[in-house]
């Protein structure tokens, strides 16, 4: 069965800071991989996804996430994060062709100061 | 495009109860899978419906069951309600297929918030 860690459980930055949260994966085959954010009192949301390609992939608000297939890796970044990133963050994985079973780590909450 | 809807958004039952949630998917998405959200456990997968089939299960026990209907919504339904399910069950629903291809990319709703007591 796979799995996923995020190491980062919480992590506070001082706006404008540039942000790398920590995403690996275990499993032995090709996987789709997945990070979404969860403001305070909302629902979770895309932020981007990876399937296959270009392994460098850009979501919104500024986010881009790298995919190491070597390290099992798909870690999330923002050159200058902002208050309003203040949310916590999901990284998952589902295998390719499996039906539409996630996989998630723990998240990791970030808080942005002004 | 209206997203994935969940009723009640707000649930109190006490032990031993049964409990029934709704969710309905995006136009057009035909996969739903539901998830469990506990401070403790995270986000775990409970099961996914496609056609109105059972596709896949998680590790949660049979008092969790679940169905999906022709026009593609479904229902969660927990019996005899413990206090360790308390939690914010979600929903998600995606596409599943599109020109035979996979494009699984799930989009969650807002949730039910249950409280056991």
């Known amino acids: 069965a796979q799995s996923v860690s995020q190491h980062n459980h919480h992590v506070i930055l001082s706006e404008a800071a540039s942000l790398e949260l920590g995403c690996n994966y275990s499993?032995?085959?090709?996987?789709?991989l997945f990070w979404y954010v969860q403001y305070p009192g909302q629902h979770l949301q895309l932020l981007l996804k990876?399937?296959?390609?270009?392994?460098l992939v850009k979501g919104i608000k500024g986010f881009e996430a790298e995919f190491i297939k070597s390290k099992f890796s798909f870690n999330l970044r923002k050159p200058s994060v902002q208050w309003s990133d203040t949310a916590e963050y999901f990284c998952?994985?589902?295998?390719?062709?499996?039906?539409?079973?996630?996989?998630f780590g723990t998240g990791t909450r970030l808080q942005v100061t002004l | 495009k209206a997203g994935v809807t969940q009723t009640p958004r707000y649930l109190i039952k006490t032990r031993g109860q049964q409990v029934t949630l709704s969710c309905s998917p995006i136009?057009?998405?035909?996969?739903v899978s539901w998830y469990q959200q506990t401070p403790g456990q995270g986000l775990q997968f409970l099961f996914e419906?496609?056609?109105?089939?059972?596709?896949n299960k998680g590790n949660f026990p049979g008092r969790f069951s679940g169905r999906q209907f022709s026009n593609s919504r479904s229902e969660m339904n927990v019996s005899t309600l413990e206090l360790g399910d308390s939690a914010l069950y979600l929903c998600?629903?995606?596409?599943?297929?599109?020109?035979?291809?996979?494009?699984?990319?799930?989009?969650f709703g807002p949730g039910t918030r249950l409280t056991v007591l």
């Open positions: 998600a629903s995606s596409l599943s297929l599109q020109r035979g291809i996979r494009v699984d990319t799930q989009y």
């Open positions: 499993y032995g085959g090709t996987v789709n």
């Open positions: 990876y399937f296959s390609g270009d392994p």
């Open positions: 998952a994985v589902n295998p390719t062709g499996t039906a539409s079973k996630l996989t």
């Open positions: 136009s057009g998405h035909r996969s």
């Open positions: 419906y496609f056609s109105e089939t059972q596709r």
